[in-house]
């Protein structure tokens, strides 16, 4: 936020600024053309000249070698960055968010299911290496459909894209990393949720129409479920307002 | 074919649950409360909604002050709201869109009129009720073929023959009070079949036809302390929803025929059973 009141151009997580412009040019970063992102297949690309450039920034590198999905993963709260070897700009997207939200209009979403949205929409082709695909745009409007009946509260997920086909996964872990659950979108109009678990449990998988709001929302307001997207206690999803982060609820007079 | 409940495993399409106080609220103090950081972060699309009214009298039409209130809501893609709480004039009003099951819906909604009962109360101790009314709204949409009502819908003490006998589109609307331990509570039960296309009259059922059953419940009395109300009694707020969805499924139980009242899963059928 405060990038904003400062009279020079400035590095803004590594995004150059065009401040003269205003906080409208902020839109227009994420409007821009996403030619030469593109690092091709290179393991070390933290080294590689490109990843110094203004601009563009890349964090770790290979976490999914062998494996069909290649992982987009979210680095800080606000940011994202490609683990395997494409590259995409790290731009402040929630920050950007709330600079136009505060003009135009309130948030319709959760905001971490925006910065989701937009950052999906702005991986090039070939992200991956030669050849590979993008989250398809039908993978993407599955997304977007779903992403309406997320708790507002959820944490933001770990993402894989099927280098492929476009298809994409969404994957809450709890931090214990012995249960996650998955919606997995590929983008044929339905959304199969799955939950995996190490320590035992019999979630039962399921496959429904994104349209199919609420059924879908039943089955994302199971407990089990829910303690995996809010990353919260049983305690905490049940009764969100006696949680110790929230503002709490004012003591009742005592009544007859 | 026939009708079916709009969401497969059941029929409800609205649920709102509303507190009347005796006095207008202060938007202020909910503005100030810690609270609202928590309906802003489960309810993101914030806005004020403004009350506007007229009234006809003798002198003609006196237009009253503009009274302003605030609305913290979930929106769909579409802009509707799926979950959204109100508060403007007197009524704090929590409207349910995307009902999954009551022990869900209704603990969520407690939840927010208990917390913002319990703002407003603690900067006035003296804030009366004076209304506590739910509002279910049911639909089930023709899917063609058997385009006879009674296959849906039974005629008994909450359906009259003759409207639903006349014509394909038909409404009933009626209204009655019961009696809590002397206490009236209004009913009002609005039955349309209805077509999207339009209120022209047609002979045959539109394709897009719906029944909708809207059975509102409405307890009213003298103005009586908001704390009594949150206290864990057989009068406090919970236990009166919790009567109220009751009474509306055994009006539902009443009112539907049997296979629909096993369709949105008033009843198990008999092979679920075994």
Known sequence: ?256 | MGFEPIHGVHAVETVAFTVRQDRPIDISILQQSAVRKLWETELPAKQIPQLLETEMGPAGAVQKPVVSGLEFANLRQNGSPAWLLRFLGTDIVVECTRYTDWEKVSNRALRYIREALSALITADSNLKLSVIAMNVVDRFRYKGGDADYRSLLKAGSFLAVGPASKSPLWHQHSGWFEFWNGIPVLNQLNIDVQGTAGDSVVATLPDDASVRIQHLQEMRFVPQSASDFLCDTSGSIEATFSAYHIENLRLMSKLLSLDAAINVGLYQSSEENS
């Open chain 1, 1 to 256: 936020m405060n990038a904003l009141t400062a009279r020079e151009p400035i590095a803004w997580r590594g995004f150059p600024l065009p401040m003269s412009k205003g906080p409208n040019a902020l839109l227009s970063l994420l409007e821009a053309p996403t030619q030469d992102r593109t690092l091709g297949p290179q393991r070390q690309v933290e080294s590689h000249p490109t990843a110094r450039r203004p601009g563009y920034r890349l964090i770790g590198t290979r976490l999914v070698g062998a494996g069909r999905r290649a992982k987009l993963r979210p680095h800080y709260a606000d940011q994202f960055s490609v683990s395997d070897t494409g590259l995409v700009p790290a731009v402040n997207v929630s920050e950007t968010l709330i600079q136009n939200s505060a003009k135009t209009l309130s948030s319709t979403v959760p905001l971490a299911v925006d910065r989701l949205i937009i950052f999906l929409e702005r991986v090039p082709p070939e992200w991956a290496g030669p050849g590979t695909a993008p989250p398809s745009v039908e993978a993407l409007a599955d997304v977007l459909a779903v992403s309406y009946f997320i708790s507002p509260q959820s944490t933001m997920p770990e993402i894989e894209v099927d280098p492929d086909s476009g298809g994409v996964s969404l994957i809450w872990t709890r931090k214990d990393k012995r249960r996650s659950f998955a919606l997995i979108f590929d983008g044929d109009h339905r959304v199969v949720g799955t939950m995996a678990c190490l320590d035992g449990g019999n979630y039962k998988p399921w496959a429904l129409a994104v349209d199919q709001e609420v059924q879908i929302a039943m089955r994302l307001e199971d407990l089990d479920v829910m303690a995996l997207l809010t990353a919260q206690s049983f305690a905490q999803v049940i009764n969100p307002s006696a949680s110790s982060d929230s503002p709490g609820v004012i003591a009742l007079p005592t009544g007859k």
